[in-house]
């Protein structure tokens, strides 16, 4: 398994007969294998979506969007996104909490986000790979109280489907805006429902070092977690 870190939760994954591209909004996407493409969408936040994603449609046929929750296909959108109806017939909408088979052997989970959107949990070649979009605990330190207590109850039921389960490979947020220890709990909930092989920390606004930071809180998650320095950066995986 080949990850391409493309910018801030954008990654592409290659894998023996498919390709998963995650929330590319920015960075250099490299030259694309000769293999099916998956393209994630998980939902409308400018540092997750751009509309020239679906430019790819113009390069290559053998792919499919799969857009989070709040990416409505309608005819205003379908104008604004400058989307021909060959590639809208490749969207597929996909709502909160819907499991399916995609395209080329693939199978898809969505969980329902904290914030706009979904997450993704995919199947695929008997690899089990999870983005967590802008599903995180966002507690915000001065926010009214109630709020953060909501988001907690929140954050704790909508991961809860998570809890046993095997990822390969997990994109899970650690967001130095939320300041310490807030940053870290949304990941220590993460890790405490799954059992992760590979963890990729992301979502950190060009602030790599927060990773270092909460490896040295809990340094018992470091044989599984590879640090992300610079875009472009390519892990091989096993």
């Not at 109630?146 to 954050?155: R, S, T």
Request: charge should be negative; hydrophobic fraction near 45%; proline fraction near 7%.
């Amino acid at each position: 398994m080949r990850v391409t870190f493309l910018a801030h939760d954008g990654f592409l994954i290659e894998l023996d007969s498919v390709c998963l591209l995650f929330d590319w909004w920015k960075g250099a996407l490299p030259p694309l294998p000769d293999k099916p493409l998956l393209v994630f969408v998980s939902h409308r936040h400018a540092d997750h979506f751009q509309p020239e994603i679906f430019r790819l449609a113009d390069k290559k046929s053998d792919l499919q969007f799969l857009l989070g929750s709040d990416l409505r296909l309608t005819p205003r959108n379908l104008e604004k996104w400058d989307l021909t109806p060959e590639t809208a017939a490749k969207c597929r909408r996909c709502g909160k909490r819907e499991k399916f088979a995609a395209d080329f052997g693939v199978t898809v989970e969505t969980l329902p986000s904290t914030d706009e959107g979904v997450a993704w949990f995919v199947a695929a070649e008997g690899k089990f790979i999870f983005h967590a979009g802008d599903l995180n605990w966002w507690h915000w330190e001065g926010e009214d109280k109630a709020w953060n207590a909501n988001m907690a109850a929140d954050f704790k039921r909508y991961t809860e489907p998570l809890r046993g389960r095997c990822a390969d490979l997990a994109l899970l947020p650690l967001d130095p805006r939320l300041g310490v220890p807030y940053a870290y709990w949304g990941l220590l909930r993460f890790l405490e429902l799954m059992d992760v092989r590979h963890l990729l920390p992301m979502h950190q606004w060009e602030q790599p070092e927060i990773t270092d930071e909460f490896l040295w809180a809990y340094p018992q998650y470091a044989p599984i977690t590879t640090v992300i320095r610079r875009e472009g950066e390519i892990f091989e995986l096993n």
